[in-house]
């Protein structure tokens, strides 16, 4: 997780280099809140989004967790 992420996202600035994202941000009227306190992200929410890494291996995951 990237605190500096967060903040642009609670910015309404793309964390990301994208045109359509950063446009989108950056005009549309969104009640978006990022966070990193999962309790205050699921509180009251109607919807949650989670980002994972775009070539994310559950499996590899999984493996690495295993003691």
Same mark, same amino acid.
């Given at each position: 997780? +990237? $605190?500096? =992420?967060?903040?642009? +996202?609670? !910015?309404? =600035?793309? $964390?990301? !280099? #994208? #045109? &359509? +994202?950063? =446009? &989108?941000? %950056?005009? =549309?009227?969104?009640?978006? @809140?990022? @966070?990193?306190?999962?309790? %205050?992200? &699921?509180?009251? %929410? #109607?919807? /949650? %989004? +989670?980002? /994972? $890494? @775009?070539? &994310? #291996?559950?499996?590899?995951?999984? !493996?690495?967790?295993? $003691?």
């Amino acid at each position: 997780m +990237i $605190p500096e =992420k967060v903040e642009l +996202i609670n !910015q309404k =600035k793309s $964390p990301i !280099q #994208d #045109d &359509y +994202i950063e =446009k &989108y941000l %950056a005009e =549309k009227d969104l009640n978006l @809140t990022a @966070t990193l306190d999962a309790e %205050a992200a &699921y509180k009251d %929410a #109607d919807f /949650v %989004a +989670i980002a /994972v $890494p @775009t070539n &994310y #291996d559950s499996n590899a995951s999984r !493996q690495k967790a295993r $003691p």
